[in-house]
């Protein structure tokens, strides 16, 4: 009918046939079942023709596309080309896609998304070319473009982790519903399949239809019973995945919970208990443990123990509920009853109680609670057993018996000698008893009595045992000599002890009885040890106490005449025949202390150098003492020091060495006194001197008073004119100390006196004005190697005007004694100088000069007067000699020097020692 009105249609505007051509075409179904937007196409295109006076003709056509989703924009969707074609316009806003206006190509503006929109459908009207008296000619095309799906979407389930929880009793075929996994893509691009991938589980994956096409439902069927005491929790795993290419898929897990049901019996770990308790066990002891445990949990599994009442039905037993525990509820009575049947109930808590019985099967032990009794039979009716040493091994002694009213191991006994290894006793079995024998050799004298001790013990637990003590007493047989304690003796006695002095007393004991034991000591020989003379009476001069045994001196003794002496004593014994023995006793003649430890040397005398190192031997004394046989070991000490020597020698006690404790210096002191003691163990003493003389060596150089002198002479002097004199002091004795002088330098014009020092003109000077002439002058010392050192003398040449006019002292060397101990501050000297400028009106001071310090903590100088003084007393022991150099200074700073020599002479201040304190 569509087709009818659209025939009348066209044929009342008189369009051409063939201009209506592609209209029919494209309408081949009934215009009321064709859809509406082609209708509006449709009718927007007969309107335009009606209204458009200048078309003069039309085409409707219809143009389909496929286009995959999410493409780029720009994307090429199609073309709408044509022969004449000159614009395309759309008839529309279209945002998705654009049409080109002169090419007509279709392209892409937004990337399509099927799942939002699937389908586009807009109308381009195409202009096409026409002559200019003919009216325009359009071409109307519907284009429709089907967005294709592309797997883009990945299957989603709602929720990732579900938690549920389902009974063990559940049966086989239930089912647990599952939330499909959602994926907007179509066909094969969609969800297709479910699968689990957690391993092996007692559920599979079941797929429903609805009732719909493709409408399924998805659960989780359960094919295998469950069993919550096996496995109480699942975990599975299920993915979602699409039919894409490459496919997409989801996981989503399930926790399932494997809830319990009451569907245990509890068990008890053991089909019967059979404990043991002793019948002495207190109320409260436990008796055992019953154990039952259920395979439920929760309340199903809680256990609860009870005692069946009928079958406790004294009450002796009770349980713990909870624990199991079965203790002991009153007393035991192995005698009255010695098992104990008790029949225990466990008991779950679940909601239908299950429970199980156990048979308790309680042993009563016997306690040992008898003592066994010693019963003892001796020969003879006495409390003690009587035995011959003589008797032989199986001789009877007593019969013992043992009786214990207990039964069993508690009753069985046995009868033990304790000490049998010890003794010459034993037991043996005889009958229902024991006798005790004898089985060893008897000696009343090595032992008149022994004491048994036996045991009677059971084999109950615990052992019980009875003690009894029995006594055996050995009869004598006389057949023991006296025996002395040791075959020899040693003592000693003074040898200035008198007549009758006890000295010593032996003992001999014989171990036989009565007559047979008294003993009667002799002296039977007498042997002299070490020296001897032969006019001693030996045999009279030691005694014995026949009975006591004590011996005596019997005559005046002399351990100069005999060292000891060997005495043989006789024990004898008072039996028929008599035994005897003899021993040795040695008898050592002390030595009395009368003499005094006596030195080698009345006096000694040694030398040692004065670099000696600390610890250097000084000299060995040696003293002895006549007493003992000259072993007596003597001590040696230091008992007086001199000249300062305390703190610089020292004496070993022993060996009497004497060794040096600190440095020596003979410059300081050059001998020194010692008193030295030797003393024995008995405080007898000897005395000796000892002097130590310190041998100088030539450690010291020659000192001269100044580093530079200065002198002064006129050109017109003579040849053999004293320009000065230079002094060095060596403080090292004899050759060491003994000091020359010679000149190095300026030997053209001017000599040295070799001895005193004085520099002297060898020339005349007149040819020489205003000219300072440098000599050089050494000073050694005698020593081997020499030592020496040097000094520049100055010497200016001019006349009256340019020389140097310092002070002179009247000597270049002041020699001086005095006394040693004066008291300090003693005048020993002055010295004086005078100023050689004759317009100087000015004073001259006094010093010591810096070259000697040494010589500043002994003496002083008054700066005025010249005065020289001591600062301490003096000791001529220490120092013989004092050397130093004073200065004279002018208030113009001219400076002359000065030698001092200060001898100190010797006063007797020093006491005479004895060598030893008696001769």
Same mark, same amino acid.
């Given at each position: 009918?569509?087709?009818?009105?659209?025939?009348?249609?066209?044929?009342?505007?008189?369009?051409?046939?063939?201009?209506?051509?592609?209209?029919?075409?494209?309408?081949?179904?009934?215009?009321?079942?064709?859809?509406?937007?082609?209708?509006?196409?449709?009718?927007?295109?007969?309107?335009?023709?009606?209204?458009?006076?200048?078309?003069?003709?039309?085409?409707?056509?219809?143009?389909?596309?496929?286009?995959?989703?999410?493409?780029?924009?720009?994307?090429?969707?199609?073309?709408?080309?044509?022969?004449?074609?000159?614009?395309?316009?759309?008839?529309?806003?279209?945002?998705?896609?654009?049409?080109?206006?002169?090419?007509?190509?279709?392209?892409?503006?937004?990337?399509?998304?099927?799942?939002?929109?699937?389908?586009?459908?807009?109308?381009?009207?195409?202009?096409?070319?026409?002559?200019?008296?003919?009216?325009?000619?359009?071409?109307?095309?519907?284009?429709?473009?089907?967005?294709?799906?592309?797997?883009?979407?990945?299957?989603?389930?709602?929720?990732?982790?579900?938690?549920?929880?389902?009974?063990?009793?559940?049966?086989?075929?239930?089912?647990?519903?599952?939330?499909?996994?959602?994926?907007?893509?179509?066909?094969?691009?969609?969800?297709?399949?479910?699968?689990?991938?957690?391993?092996?589980?007692?559920?599979?994956?079941?797929?429903?239809?609805?009732?719909?096409?493709?409408?399924?439902?998805?659960?989780?069927?359960?094919?295998?019973?469950?069993?919550?005491?096996?496995?109480?929790?699942?975990?599975?795993?299920?993915?979602?995945?699409?039919?894409?290419?490459?496919?997409?898929?989801?996981?989503?897990?399930?926790?399932?919970?494997?809830?319990?049901?009451?569907?245990?019996?509890?068990?008890?770990?053991?089909?019967?208990?059979?404990?043991?308790?002793?019948?002495?066990?207190?109320?409260?002891?436990?008796?055992?443990?019953?154990?039952?445990?259920?395979?439920?949990?929760?309340?199903?599994?809680?256990?609860?123990?009870?005692?069946?009442?009928?079958?406790?039905?004294?009450?002796?037993?009770?349980?713990?509920?909870?624990?199991?525990?079965?203790?002991?509820?009153?007393?035991?009575?192995?005698?009255?009853?010695?098992?104990?049947?008790?029949?225990?109930?466990?008991?779950?808590?679940?909601?239908?109680?299950?429970?199980?019985?156990?048979?308790?099967?309680?042993?009563?032990?016997?306690? *040992?609670?008898?003592?066994?009794?010693?019963?003892?039979?001796?020969?003879?009716?006495?409390?003690?057993?009587?035995?011959?040493?003589?008797?032989?091994?199986?001789?009877?002694?007593?019969?013992? *018996?043992?009786?214990?009213?207990?039964?069993?191991?508690?009753?069985?006994?046995?009868?033990?000698?304790?000490?049998?290894?010890?003794?010459?006793?034993?037991?043996?079995?005889?009958?229902?008893?024991?006798?005790?024998?004898?089985?060893?050799?008897?000696?009343?004298?090595?032992?008149?009595?022994?004491?048994?001790?036996?045991?009677?013990?059971?084999?109950?637990?615990?052992?019980?045992?009875?003690?009894?003590?029995?006594?055996?007493?050995?009869?004598?047989?006389?057949?023991?000599?006296?025996?002395?304690?040791?075959?020899?003796?040693?003592?000693?006695?003074?040898?200035?002890?008198?007549?009758?002095?006890?000295?010593?007393?032996?003992?001999?004991?014989?171990?036989?009885?009565?007559?047979?034991?008294?003993?009667?000591?002799?002296?039977?020989?007498?042997?002299?040890?070490?020296?001897?003379?032969?006019?001693?009476?030996?045999?009279?001069?030691?005694?014995?106490?026949?009975?006591?045994?004590?011996?005596?001196?019997?005559?005046?003794?002399?351990?100069?005449?005999?060292?000891?002496?060997?005495?043989?004593?006789?024990?004898?014994?008072?039996?028929?025949?008599?035994?005897?023995?003899?021993?040795?006793?040695?008898?050592?003649?002390?030595?009395?202390?009368?003499?005094?430890?006596?030195?080698?040397?009345?006096?000694?005398?040694?030398?040692?150098?004065?670099?000696?190192?600390?610890?250097?031997?000084?000299?060995?004394?040696?003293?002895?003492?006549?007493?003992?046989?000259?072993?007596?070991?003597?001590?040696?000490?230091?008992?007086?020091?001199?000249?300062?020597?305390?703190?610089?020698?020292?004496?070993?006690?022993?060996?009497?060495?004497?060794?040096?404790?600190?440095?020596?210096?003979?410059?300081?002191?050059?001998?020194?006194?010692?008193?030295?003691?030797?003393?024995?163990?008995?405080?007898?003493?000897?005395?000796?001197?000892?002097?130590?003389?310190?041998?100088?060596?030539?450690?010291?150089?020659?000192?001269?008073?100044?580093?530079?002198?200065?002198?002064?002479?006129?050109?017109?002097?003579?040849?053999?004119?004293?320009?000065?004199?230079?002094?060095?002091?060596?403080?090292?004795?004899?050759?060491?100390?003994?000091?020359?002088?010679?000149?190095?330098?300026?030997?053209?014009?001017?000599?040295?006196?070799?001895?005193?020092?004085?520099?002297?003109?060898?020339?005349?000077?007149?040819?020489?004005?205003?000219?300072?002439?440098?000599?050089?002058?050494?000073?050694?010392?005698?020593?081997?190697?020499?030592?020496?050192?040097?000094?520049?003398?100055?010497?200016?040449?001019?006349?009256?005007?340019?020389?140097?006019?310092?002070?002179?002292?009247?000597?270049?060397?002041?020699?001086?004694?005095?006394?040693?101990?004066?008291?300090?501050?003693?005048?020993?000297?002055?010295?004086?100088?005078?100023?050689?400028?004759?317009?100087?009106?000015?004073?001259?001071?006094?010093?010591?000069?810096?070259?000697?310090?040494?010589?500043?903590?002994?003496?002083?100088?008054?700066?005025?007067?010249?005065?020289?003084?001591?600062?301490?007393?003096?000791?001529?022991?220490?120092?013989?000699?004092?050397?130093?150099?004073?200065?004279?200074?002018?208030?113009?700073?001219?400076?002359?020097?000065?030698?001092?020599?200060?001898?100190?002479?010797?006063?007797?201040?020093?006491?005479?020692?004895?060598?030893?304190?008696?001769?």
């Amino acid at each position: 009918m569509g087709c009818t009105i659209l025939t009348v249609l066209l044929s009342i505007i008189k369009i051409p046939t063939v201009v209506t051509m592609p209209f029919m075409a494209i309408m081949r179904t009934p215009l009321m079942t064709m859809p509406l937007n082609l209708k509006m196409i449709l009718l927007s295109s007969l309107s335009l023709l009606f209204l458009s006076p200048l078309v003069s003709s039309s085409e409707l056509t219809e143009v389909l596309y496929h286009v995959e989703e999410n493409v780029k924009p720009g994307f090429l969707v199609g073309s709408l080309r044509r022969a004449g074609a000159v614009t395309f316009s759309l008839t529309s806003e279209l945002k998705q896609f654009n049409v080109h206006p002169r090419h007509g190509d279709i392209r892409v503006n937004l990337s399509p998304d099927r799942e939002v929109q699937d389908r586009f459908e807009f109308t381009v009207v195409i202009f096409l070319e026409s002559s200019e008296d003919s009216a325009t000619k359009t071409q109307v095309v519907n284009v429709v473009i089907l967005v294709t799906d592309v797997n883009d979407n990945t299957p989603e389930f709602p929720r990732k982790v579900i938690q549920m929880t389902i009974i063990e009793s559940q049966p086989v075929g239930f089912k647990i519903p599952i939330d499909a996994a959602d994926d907007p893509d179509l066909g094969t691009n969609s969800t297709q399949n479910y699968e689990i991938v957690s391993g092996d589980s007692p559920f599979r994956l079941k797929q429903e239809n609805l009732g719909f096409d493709d409408l399924y439902s998805t659960s989780l069927e359960l094919v295998k019973p469950l069993d919550r005491e096996v496995v109480d929790y699942y975990v599975v795993d299920i993915v979602a995945s699409d039919g894409g290419s490459p496919p997409r898929s989801d996981q989503m897990t399930l926790e399932i919970k494997v809830a319990d049901v009451n569907d245990n019996t509890p068990q008890f770990n053991q089909s019967i208990y059979r404990p043991r308790v002793s019948e002495d066990s207190t109320v409260g002891s436990v008796v055992c443990t019953v154990l039952a445990t259920d395979h439920d949990e929760g309340d199903n599994a809680h256990i609860t123990y009870l005692i069946e009442p009928r079958f406790n039905k004294a009450g002796l037993f009770t349980i713990d509920a909870d624990t199991g525990v079965i203790t002991l509820a009153g007393s035991l009575d192995r005698e009255t009853a010695d098992t104990h049947d008790l029949v225990v109930r466990a008991t779950d808590r679940g909601q239908f109680p299950e429970r199980t019985t156990v048979r308790v099967s309680v042993k009563v032990l016997d306690v *040992n609670d008898n003592t066994p009794e010693i019963s003892v039979t001796f020969m003879a009716k006495d409390e003690v057993g009587m035995v011959s040493e003589a008797s032989t091994v199986g001789d009877y002694v007593a019969h013992v *018996n043992v009786e214990d009213r207990d039964v069993d191991e508690n009753g069985r006994v046995e009868l033990i000698l304790h000490n049998s290894g010890a003794t010459p006793f034993s037991i043996a079995p005889v009958g229902a008893g024991y006798a005790v024998q004898v089985s060893g050799v008897l000696d009343r004298e090595s032992r008149d009595m022994w004491e048994l001790k036996l045991e009677a013990r059971d084999h109950g637990v615990p052992v019980r045992r009875q003690h009894r003590d029995i006594v055996v007493k050995v009869v004598d047989v006389n057949d023991s000599p006296p025996v002395f304690s040791k075959q020899l003796f040693n003592c000693n006695v003074s040898e200035i002890a008198e007549q009758g002095t006890e000295i010593f007393r032996v003992y001999a004991t014989d171990d036989d009885m009565g007559i047979n034991a008294e003993i009667t000591y002799s002296i039977v020989g007498v042997t002299s040890v070490g020296k001897s003379n032969d006019h001693l009476n030996t045999r009279i001069s030691f005694s014995i106490n026949s009975v006591t045994g004590v011996i005596a001196t019997g005559s005046q003794l002399d351990r100069e005449a005999r060292e000891s002496v060997e005495l043989k004593v006789e024990a004898r014994d008072g039996g028929s025949p008599s035994l005897s023995t003899t021993c040795v006793v040695v008898v050592k003649i002390l030595d009395y202390n009368d003499n005094d430890p006596r030195f080698d040397e009345r006096h000694y005398t040694t030398l040692i150098p004065e670099d000696a190192p600390v610890g250097s031997e000084v000299l060995k004394v040696v003293a002895t003492d006549v007493d003992d046989g000259g072993t007596t070991p003597l001590t040696y000490s230091i008992k007086e020091y001199y000249s300062a020597a305390e703190s610089l020698f020292a004496i070993h006690p022993k060996s009497g060495v004497i060794t040096t404790l600190a440095s020596l210096d003979y410059e300081e002191q050059k001998s020194y006194n010692l008193v030295v003691e030797a003393h024995d163990p008995g405080g007898r003493r000897g005395v000796t001197s000892v002097e130590v003389l310190i041998q100088d060596l030539n450690d010291n150089p020659p000192l001269f008073s100044q580093k530079i002198y200065k002198a002064s002479l006129l050109h017109t002097v003579l040849p053999g004119t004293i320009a000065t004199r230079v002094a060095a002091f060596d403080v090292d004795s004899g050759l060491n100390g003994v000091v020359t002088y010679s000149m190095l330098q300026g030997a053209e014009r001017f000599t040295i006196d070799t001895t005193t020092g004085f520099i002297s003109t060898t020339v005349s000077l007149s040819g020489v004005t205003n000219t300072t002439e440098k000599l050089t002058i050494e000073a050694r010392d005698s020593g081997t190697p020499p030592q020496s050192s040097v000094c520049s003398v100055l010497v200016l040449i001019g006349s009256l005007s340019t020389i140097d006019l310092k002070p002179v002292f009247v000597s270049q060397e002041y020699e001086v004694e005095t006394p040693e101990s004066r008291s300090p501050d003693y005048h020993i000297l002055t010295v004086f100088a005078k100023s050689t400028d004759p317009d100087y009106k000015g004073s001259i001071k006094y010093t010591l000069s810096q070259l000697t310090r040494h010589a500043h903590s002994t003496f002083s100088i008054e700066e005025d007067s010249g005065r020289i003084l001591t600062r301490v007393p003096l000791d001529r022991e220490a120092t013989e000699t004092h050397n130093f150099v004073v200065e004279a200074t002018d208030e113009l700073g001219r400076q002359g020097m000065a030698a001092v020599k200060v001898s100190v002479t010797d006063i007797n201040d020093n006491i005479a020692l004895f060598t030893a304190p008696s001769y």
